[in-house]
């Protein structure tokens, strides 16, 4: 059974950081694509950041410089390092992951920015 497991969500102050993790299970972890999403009440779900097998990056414009993504293989596990939130930020932020037609996805972890 595949599951992607998030956590690290939270409530933080603009400026502030957090940092997100998705530990995965029932994949073999160094083939899958990860990706970051997230969705806004209202919004649809946007791409944040991918990071592939191989290790290469991508990042949503917005977050560029602010946030980034990485990957520990030996520990099946995906994070997003969040840096210099904004009031644009709050979402609901979810993993995925990705191999040819396999496409799996975390229950989400709540990310709120508030003074």
């Known amino acids: 059974q595949v599951q992607l497991v998030e956590s690290g969500g939270g409530l933080v102050q603009p400026g502030g950081s957090l940092r997100l993790s998705c530990a995965a299970s029932?994949?073999?972890?160094?083939?899958?694509?990860m990706g970051w999403y997230r969705q806004a009440p209202g919004k649809q779900r946007e791409l944040v950041a991918a990071?592939?097998?191989?290790?290469?990056?991508n990042y949503l414009d917005s977050v560029k410089g602010r946030f980034t993504i990485s990957r520990d293989n030996a520990k099946n596990t995906v994070y997003l390092q969040m840096n210099r939130l904004k009031p644009e930020d709050p979402a609901v932020y979810y993993c995925?992951?990705?191999?040819?037609?396999?496409?799996?996805w975390g229950q989400g972890t709540q990310v709120t920015v508030a003074s």
């Open positions: 995925s992951s990705r191999h040819v037609k396999n496409d799996y």
């Open positions: 029932g994949i073999i972890f160094s083939l899958y694509a």
């Open positions: 990071i592939t097998s191989g290790g290469t990056t």
